[in-house]
Every structure is written in C-alpha cells, then in structure tokens.
C-alpha cells in the first residue's frame, strides 16, 4: 500500500474545510494543516455558516445570524530543513439578532443583538531534522472587536439591563503556538499536536443604559481568548484512499467577559461559560483519478456547558459532511464541502435566571478552497 507522495498531498487536501460551528465563540477550528503540507505551497478559501437557532417556549422563530469568514495560508520550504508560514483566520466570533417584536428580547422596535469578530495572524519556522520529524513555532498576532445590545423582559427590561449596549473597541494582542508532527509519506501517515496559547485583551470599552441616555466610556475590559490544543492524524488504508481524524480542546471554562458598569449594576457577566470544548471529527477521503477525489466525515463537540448565555444558545453538535476536489493538474486544486449540523438543545441564561428552551435546531456549512503548489 505504497502511496505516492503527490497523491498522499492530494488526498490530504481533502480534509473537511467546511466551517466548524463549535462551543462557545469557536469558528474556524485554527487548523495548520496548510503548513505540513509538501514543498511549497499557498491557498486561500472562504466559509459560510447558515444556522437556524429558535425557541417555541419563548416565540423565536430564529436568532442565529448568517456569516462567512475567509482564510489564507503560505509555506515555503525555505531549505532542505527549515520551512516557514503565515496563516491568517478569524478564529472566534458571534452573531445574532432577535426578532425586535418579541418582548423577550425587544423593546422600542429595538432588538437583542451580538456581533464578535476576531482576526488571527500566525507566522511559523518549522525545522525538520529529518523526513519524519516537523518541530515548529511561532507568535500570533490577534485583533478583537465587538458589539452588544440587550433589549426586552429577558434583562429585567429598560429598568435594568434591557435597554444596555457596550461597544469594545478593537484591540490587538500577542499569543503564541508551538507543536510537532511525525510522518511517514509513504504510507501517508501524518499526526501532529499543536499548542496555542491563550491571548490577553484589555479592551477600551464604552457602555450606555436608557437606551444611550446614560453613558459611562473610557473603562477596560478584559478578554482572554482560550487556550487550545489540536491532534491531527491521518493514515493510509488502502491504495489512494485515507482515514483522518482531528481531536480539539478549548478551555473555555473559565472564560468569562465582564464589563465594568454592567457587573456594578446586575453582579453578572456578559458572557461566560462553564465547561472545556471537546470536539471531534473522523472520516475517509478517496482519489478516485488523478483529477477527482472526495471526503466524507462525522463531526461531535461537546459545548462549553449548559445552561448558556442567551446570545449563543446551543449546546454542542452532530455533524455530517462531505467534500470534494477537483485538480486540473498536480500543482493546483478546487475544492468544495457541505456540512448538516444538529445543533444541541439548550438553555439560555440570564446571570442566574433561566429564560428559556432553545431546540430543535440545525445549521448548513459551505466551503469553497484553492490551493496551489510552487
């Protein structure tokens, strides 16, 4: 089962890009499967996430917003030994909008709102003192911003913190990643463990009451964005055909987002979470000749805990996938993939107080990939 080693970069291709939907504020699943590839080698690609988040109890019909993120990569095998990177992606982020009729979450003909976004920049030198062996590092670069409004009875109403907003303003801070990878390219063996850092925010930070009438700015707020490690493993088992999986921890339990204003009003966070993320996916991808070849997975992430905040309430998935590739020559590739999501049932919260049921919900992931070897 001797698989050569242009088809062993093919078939690892096609692991699944399709957008990960995971606990807590996790998007991308900060994967550096673009830096283990062979030789020289960039791409570029864009996800789109399409959930659907309700709650019959409470009369919501959906409050999980659409969104997509890009990402990019490049790696140059510099020597016989020494390789460098740069990957870009936005690892973390929120966004929802509750029906502003709703009196739970509305009021004014104004509507609970979320919006996160963050943006990641990781710059890699990887030494390889032989065939088999990657040992690699390297800092990251992080930039997050974003936005809150709490509307509606679900906050106490405009008497207390149902007419409050808070906009953090972007801040850039440094982290870092280390980690190792074992191959064997004959066989297209390959696992690697990679380390990332938790990175520090203080974030300049604005909140208003009454619907802006009362506004206390210039306070800091402190973000740490979690630290995570990430298995990846993939093994030939059969001629042209492999079997991969990826493992995910996130320590997310204790995350917590607590402004200034809002504490000293209610004693509660913004957000918080009380469980690590453990996430999973298996699979098999196939080449089936020398232009197309395919993947199919299963997906599982466990939630950062339940009951949760009310601007994010799910907890967990199932997932099926599927994904393929087409390749017009050896050095380049399109790639695309679909994703179901069985979103896990949930509790949303309110500091202490239980607001309501959030099931029977789902989402749709789509990917769209290039890569290309120099």
Sequence with gaps: MKLHKIYSAILLSTLPLTPALAAGLDRSGQSIAAFLQPGNYAEAGISILDPKVQSNQLKVNDMAEDYYFPSAAIKVQATEHISIGLLYDQPFGAESLYPSNNP????????????VETHNLSALIGY????????????????????????????????????????????????????????????????????????????????????GAIQRPNALTEVITPQSVNIDFQTGIAANTLAFANIR????????????????????????????????????????????????????????????????PTEGYWSVGLGGQYSPAENYFIQAGVKYFWLGDATARTGTTNVGEFEDNYALGYGLKIGYRF
């Design 128 to 211: 390889q003192p032989t065939e088999n062996w990657n040992f690699y590092a390297g800092p990251v670069y992080q930039t997050v911003q974003g936005t809150v409004s709490l509307r509606g009875l679900a906050y106490g109403g405009a008497s207390k913190l149902g007419s409050y907003d808070i906009n953090l303003k972007e801040d850039e801070a440094y982290g870092w990643l280390a980690g190792f990878a074992y191959q064997i390219p004959e066989i297209a063996l390959k696992t690697a463990v990679t380390y990332r850092s938790e990175i520090k925010h203080e974030i300049d930070t604005t909140e208003t009451f009454g619907f």
């Design 249 to 312: 921890w996130v320590h997310w339990d204790q995350f917590a987002v607590t402004p200034k204003f809002l504490n000293a009003a209610s004693g509660n966070n913004l957000i918080d979470y009380s469980d690590d993320q453990w996430s999973a996916t298996v699979g098999v991808g196939r080449k089936f000749n020398s232009h197309w070849s395919g993947s199919a997975s299963v997906g599982y992430d466990s939630g950062a805990g339940n009951p949760v905040t009310t601007l994010g």
């Design 104 to 115: 739970v979450f509305g009021a004014n003909g104004e509507a609970t709102q979320v919006e």
